[in-house]
């Protein structure tokens, strides 16, 4: 398979299903974005991989959280590339993947602390790029949902986007706590006098 084929060279590219669609269409926004969202989850699994005061076991767990999550975006950025009316002939998303992202969330806030407070992106590296990714999901989640609204999007992918966005955010914390290193908390602007 060649990587370079000469058919976008116009400006246009193929969906799944043989229709061709310029490349600033809304619906290659969407899966471009999510595209966009995966790699950004590659690179804080690489990250993960280099925090040495992590410990093992969260790393582990975080990496394998966000290994399932990639194919699972896969999945989604493959339906989004599906013309309208096209057949999908591959697995999709389904409740047990958004229930399965639910669980990520509960056992992993269990072991923080409290948050009573908003706290600003950022802490140790791999925390970073794990606020970094949360901050690419919610834009493609906010791109899928201008798609859904001028053609049909099955209604699991906006669910999907805005629980893993949800994960992200616990994770950088897990990392960040598992690090020793303490999220930051928002200190609002001093009123002027």
Known sequence: ??????????????????????????????YGTVDELNASL???RAELV????????VAESIDAILAE???RLFDLG?????????????????????AALEGSIDHHESSLPPLREFVL???SAAASHLHLAR??????????????????????????LNRLSDLLFVLARAANHGQGVTDTPWRKAAESP
């Open 121 to 123: 992106p950022g802490g």
């Open 69 to 71: 999550a990639q194919n």
């Open 135 to 160: 901050c690419v999901c919610r834009r493609a989640e906010r791109t899928v949902v201008r798609l859904a609204g001028e053609q049909a999007v099955r209604e699991i992918a906006v669910r999907y």
């Open 78 to 98: 493959a339906e989004l590339a599906t013309a309208t009316g096209a057949t999908i002939s591959f697995a999709t998303l389904s409740e047990p993947h958004v």
């Open 42 to 44: 590659g690179a804080a």
């Open 1 to 30: 398979m060649k990587i370079y084929t000469r058919t976008g060279d116009t400006g246009e590219t193929a969906l799944l299903g043989g229709v061709r669609a310029s490349k600033d269409d809304i619906r290659i926004e969407a």
């Open 50 to 57: 280099r925090s040495e005061r992590l410990a093992e076991s």
